[in-house]
């Protein structure tokens, strides 16, 4: 396969021929305080042995140079060897050393090494982020997780500077005015978890012990760390604390000490995604460290991925998938443990599983509803596939499966046969069938069946109550129908639920039971009293979409924000939302909900998802004749809600972000402008800095601001996100300049950092600006299939999805997204997908329009 992508099919043949003994990488990383330089020195050694004499194979690298390639002592001429992606190996012997210096490109997409110069102070910071396949752009290797091996990293850099690797540093010796750094050869691992941080970073250090059965006791060194310039808003004390309760569940669950030493946590800029467990040397986003005040659901956030990571260190690191088809053997089982822990473990975040029914799992239901959805057990063909599988099924499908497996197994089983499995294939790679053989080994249950009905098929059911009543209202049947392409077995429980003397909804009955084919009979609730609210999947045990009888329907229309079970009323808000996605409830209908209880919600996370569906339902779902009234019902909730919070409370300041996203009219805008220009107060509410970004872009799409205006505003926030707020904020201004400005920043130059190019495209696509972006729609098509070929993956991702016209709900821009699939059998199969996702919820959203137009 040409050019940067590598097959599943060429991967195997590799494997089946090499295995790797050893790596080690030199990087000179002097260059990187010139801000002109645009290389730096990669030199690796590879130890590797070939299975067949004579062979042939490859190792993989992206680099603009490279200087010399050497195969077991014989000098290689790079320009008949190397062709920009790939070194070609002639002639192996069955011991191999392959040596190759290169000039490697730093990076500005958060790809490969990523540099950072920090506007506050001018420092230079770099990191590096590999997964899927991007450690090719800053070493030598053989570049899929199955050619697992030790890697040694030596790292020379400026003298002020600290590195960071996946392993313990071993000496640190002065030379000129830099210093090299070696570190300790790690355990096996595969390319994509090699990490490399350096740069003048503050650092904060702990330690963690841990008694071990054989009366050893294990030392790990923990590090968190963040630019110097965001150390006064570092809170490294609760990121200590959420990692030391970890450690010690996961030791306790798994029986298998960490094995990769010290513990480093970095917070870096301009992160593309929210963190990476790099073995040693976990990366965060740097968003996670909180400059200005940010509701509880934001810590219980941060801690779910601090937890999420920790659990890759057994699930992935440990023991790692042999190709991407099996990416949910790690990405799946940890979703699964960042909720499961942060009660398990002890923390104080106790609304985890509130917070999953809620979030995760509407990503999951989204995904699972594309035509492009795919089985939780992938066919990932190449990279390419493999990049864009890290999704909403990976990820937050496998995981709500893996609840639905442990209430299956039970527990006790589950975790045994995870303790089974890390001990079979420790510093190995799997396939599914070894984690399946684990547990049935645990568990006594054959999983073939279930593997098939939930791993190894696409797509969510729905679970619909059926009631039959006599006249004197007693149930004489209840039956639970089931819909989708597949019928699969579900473990759940149905709750019922009547008014209190309070008017609270309350659970008065409590059935769990196993629901199997279309239809299932539930005896034990015949000759009960109908209730007010029949329940399906309460208390979230099984992956569905519910739906309700018509009673219980009008039963949640009247008071869904007065069950008192926090966990079942999510599950109603998100059965509501589901109802509006599907077209079968009006969006007029779903913001009427929200606007008569969501003041009441008492969980901080389910209001935020509650604020954000409501604006994408507004902006997506509503038919236009009804838009402008549904904007001045959330606008004027919004208002009401914030006078109404208790001053200084997280739902105060959920409800003061809502009114910048939703303000519209002359009161709402004005009291907008007077909390900036602190004319306005409300009690309570510290009027901060990221509120203020909040409120200027605001004002920026109304038009009530100017660019003079905003540029006033980063003379008081000078700092790297205040330059992304600002970014957005200019290209949200309601004038064609402004679009132009932003459009042209992304297409016509490759130089914008990954930052800036999604602060541009999220300022680009305001909805209420339809008519300013119509005329992008015909071009967006006409440029998107040069954008894949000339950006790297990452860049190009975000271009083709956040370019989508998707606020052009009209029949005309679905036909031109249909257009464009079909004069385009040949694209890259990952950018058809991509288009074909983002046509699809524009389907979705002409099909919920129609709903509520009627």
Known sequence: MPGKNLSREEAQHRAAILSVDSYRVHLDLTSAVDPTAATFRSTTTIAFRSAEAGAASFADLLAPRVRTVTLNGRDLDPAEVFDGTRVQLADLAEQNLLVVEADCAYSRTGEGLHRFVDPVDGETYLYTHFEPADSRRVFTNFEQPDLKAPFTFTVTAPAAWDVYANGVHTAVTAEGTARIWEFAPTQPIATYLTAVVAGPYHVERDHYSRALPDGSTLEIPLAATCRKSLSKHFDADEIFTVTKQGLDFFHAEFDYPYPFGKYDQCFVPEYNIGAMENPGCVTFREEFVFRSKVTEAAYEGRANVILHEMAHMWFGDLVTMKWWDDLWLKESFADFMGSYALIGAGTKYKAAWITFANRRKAWAYRQDQFPTTHPITADIRDLEDAKLNFDGITYAKGASVLKQLVAYVGAEAFFEGARTYFKQHAFGNTVLGDLLGALEQTSGRDLSSWAAAWLQTSGVNALTPQLTVDAEGRITELAVLQDGATLRPHRIAIGFYERDSDGALVRTERVELDVDGARTVVPELAGKPRPALVLLNDDDLTYCKIRFDDHSLETLREGLGEIDEPLSRALAWSAAWNLTRDGLMPTRDYLALVDRFAGPESDIGVLQSLHQQAKGALDLYSAPEHRAAGARQLAGCALRELRAAEPGSDHQLAWARFLALTADQPEQLQLVEGLLAGTAKVDGLAVDQELRWAL???????????????????????????????????????????????????????????????????????????????????????????????????IAMRIVGGFFPRFQTDPATLAAADAWLAEHPGAAPALRRLVLECRDDLDRALRAQAVDRG
Not at 721 to 734: K, V
Not at 769 to 782: I, K, M, P
């Open 696 to 794: 200027r872009l605001s004002l920026a799409s109304a038009g009530r601001t100017t660019p003079e205006e905003l540029r006033t505003e980063l003379e008081l926030d000078n700092t790297a996100s205040g330059r992304q707020y600002l970014t957005q904020t200019l290209a949200a201004l309601p004038t064609p300049g402004a679009k132009a400005t932003a459009w042209a920043a992304v297409l016509d130059s490759d130089e914008l950092p990954n930052a800036l190019v999604e602060a541009q495209i999220a300022g680009f696509a305001q909805p209420g600006q339809r008519e300013l972006t119509a005329g992008y729609a015909d071009t967006y098509f006409e440029v998107i299939e040069s954008v894949w070929a000339q950006r790297s993956i990452e």
